[in-house]
């Protein structure tokens, strides 16, 4: 029963993300700029605590996040009729990092692939509850997490306070 479910939760999530990439390449193409696709969820923490995250912990969350996406991209590939083999040699740059915002740790993971798809995600404890948020784009363009669509959703999924915004100083007008 459990693998049946575990089946359909990927299979729903691979639907999801299809039909995703098919409204992006629509909005694409009649904006000119590559739709943001921003998802918040709660999981189960399995034991896991706010002081778990750690340097070394998002560290092994980075390497995971390797795999994970690699196996996302297999997938897409076999789906689209290419070779799974393919996404074996993509070029995947990571980085990650453990950041304490508003007294709250965030342990974050930013993934680049060959420079066209990049994927942040956030994972943190709210109410001792553990929550993920997942940002994609496709498009070189660096993802913030603390404006735009990926910043509302982090900043909701965390009871975050939005950061202030500051007025850009105009160097041709004097100051009154």
Not at 56 to 76: C, H, M, N, P
Not at 80 to 99: K, P, V
Not at 107 to 122: K, L, M, N
Request: positive net charge.
């Amino acid at each position: 029963m459990k693998a049946r479910r575990i089946r359909s939760r990927a299979v729903l999530r691979l639907v999801l993300c299809c039909a995703w990439l098919a409204a992006a390449t629509t909005a694409q193409a009649q904006t000119g700029e590559a739709p943001l696709f921003a998802i918040a969820r709660a999981e189960e923490a399995g034991g896991l605590t706010e002081s778990d995250l750690t340097p070394d912990f998002v560290a092994r969350l980075e390497a995971g996040a390797v795999g994970a996406l690699r196996d996302k991209i297999s997938t897409a590939l076999t789906v689209t009729g290419r070779n799974a083999w393919e996404a074996r040699d993509l070029m995947i740059a990571t980085e990650s990092m453990l950041l304490v915002v508003q007294g709250k740790r965030l342990a974050v993971v930013q993934a680049s692939v060959i420079d066209r798809v990049r994927e942040v995600s956030v994972m943190g404890f709210r109410n001792g509850r553990l929550y993920k948020v997942a940002c994609m784009r496709e498009s070189s363009e660096d993802i913030s997490l603390f404006s735009g669509r990926c910043g509302r959703v982090v900043s909701r999924t965390f009871d975050l306070d939005p950061p202030a915004v500051q007025t850009p100083v105009d160097p041709f007008r004097p100051n009154h």
